[in-house]
């Protein structure tokens, strides 16, 4: 019997979840055989009893404690939502199974994905940065160090992600530059000084280690 192309994807219920759900799906639906796992783990709120649907700081809200059967409900229903227009899906051409793990969402994907030895791990990226990446950790990031298989991030749509602002140049450079064709200003011109030059005996220091030296 021909061993599936086993491919696990993690969920939040987010739209960035999403992405990488039907980008999971079409990865696994292009090999026959192939099994999709979607897992959707978060760390228990007290007793084995239930588990919230998803922390806060994803961008879902604030949700109700569900029991471990209630979660395995709505996730099979999220699935038939977010899948059934996919091509192929109502055939059968891909195995699908839901999974709830009371864990860290980063060791619940890549335990379940060493378990099943899958040949691929699929993530969301919400795409945070600066300091609520920092106080916020990167599942994916985590899932890349910690995965025995390959991992597949999806980044946002293009749009949602934010455009860096641009420093508008020094005036005083660019009428410099029109005047006398010298790059930088007067006060600019003592921050751009001579680049250092390399030789190629700075390769080997005269102790014979390695450190490259600018002279």
């Given at each position: 019997m021909t061993k599936p192309f086993v491919v696990v994807?993690?969920?939040?219920y987010s739209k960035h979840g999403d992405r990488a759900l039907l980008a999971a799906y079409e990865s696994a639906r292009r090999v026959a055989p192939a099994e999709l796992h979607v897992v959707h783990a978060s760390l228990a709120a007290g007793a084995n009893v239930g588990v919230s649907l998803a922390p806060p700081y994803q961008g879902v809200g604030p949700l109700p404690i569900l029991s471990i059967e209630e979660q395995h409900r709505r996730l099979s229903a999220h699935l038939d939502n977010v899948l059934s227009s996919a091509p192929g899906f109502h055939e059968g051409q891909v195995r699908v199974f839901s999974h709830v793990v009371l864990n860290e969402p980063i060791i619940g994907l890549t335990e379940l994905a060493s378990a099943l030895d899958a040949?691929?791990?699929?993530?969301?990226?919400?795409?945070?940065?600066?300091?609520?990446?920092?106080l916020l950790g990167s599942v994916a990031e985590g899932a890349v160090r910690l995965a025995s298989c390959p991992v597949l991030v999806i980044p946002p749509e293009p749009q949602e992600l934010?455009?860096?602002a641009i420093e508008p140049p020094c005036p005083l450079c660019v009428a410099e530059r029109v005047r006398s064709g010298e790059m930088w200003c007067e006060q600019h011109r003592q921050r751009h000084g001579r680049?250092?030059?390399?030789?190629?005996?700075?390769?080997?220091?005269?102790?014979?280690s390695l450190p490259l030296v600018a002279r």
């Open positions: 994807v993690g969920t939040d040949q691929l791990l699929v993530l969301g990226t919400h795409g945070h940065r600066g300091l609520a990446r920092w934010p455009v860096p680049p250092h030059t390399y030789y190629q005996n700075d390769r080997v220091s005269n102790d014979h």
